[in-house]
């Protein structure tokens, strides 16, 4: 789980730096085909992603941190979080050049959905937590 959170302060970063690449670029008027274009559209898509899925594992590492003993199911939604984050920005730049590839996305969508849905497996079943969302504190790591 602590990959979970490499990975989301990993995925800020790269939102950082792919939006310095793309606001150094933006005042080229056609650039990737001009604002409205498939492929900066695209480009625009992977950015956020970084953000966006930064926050999910943020969110997921904090909740695995209630389950007390190590779970498969806990480790596979672990997994499932960190291949989404890493396909999606390159799924979405190798769309965006290739727009054949986009059944491409069917790997991070999937991956996320499948986390997703084991966390809530997980949460469903109170019986590992072992604190209840009353008694949440953040503690130093």
């Known amino acids: 789980m602590r990959m979970n959170l490499l990975l989301a302060w990993l995925g800020i970063l790269c939102g950082f730096l792919s939006g310095l690449y793309l606001g150094l670029n933006f005042h080229r008027e056609t650039w990737l085909g001009g604002y409205g274009s498939f492929q900066r559209r695209l480009y625009r898509l992977g950015h956020i992603s970084f953000?966006?899925?930064a926050v999910?594992?943020?969110?997921?590492?904090?909740?695995?941190?209630?389950?007390?003993?190590?779970n498969p199911l806990l480790a596979g939604a672990s997994w499932a979080f960190i291949i989404g984050?890493?396909?999606?920005?390159?799924?979405?730049?190798?769309?965006?050049?290739?727009?054949?590839t986009h059944l491409a996305f069917a790997v991070p969508v999937l991956s996320l959905i499948?986390?997703?849905?084991?966390t809530l497996i997980l949460l469903a079943d109170e019986s590992?937590?072992?604190h209840h969302a009353s008694?949440?504190?953040?503690?130093p790591i």
């Open 56 to 70: 999910v594992n943020f969110m997921f590492y904090f909740t695995a941190q209630k389950f007390s003993d190590p």
């Open 128 to 130: 590992p937590i072992t």
């Open 85 to 100: 984050p890493i396909s999606m920005p390159l799924c979405c730049v190798l769309m965006a050049h290739f727009p054949r």
């Open 114 to 118: 499948t986390g997703a849905l084991l």
């Open 51 to 53: 953000f966006g899925l």
């Open 135 to 139: 008694s949440f504190t953040f503690q």
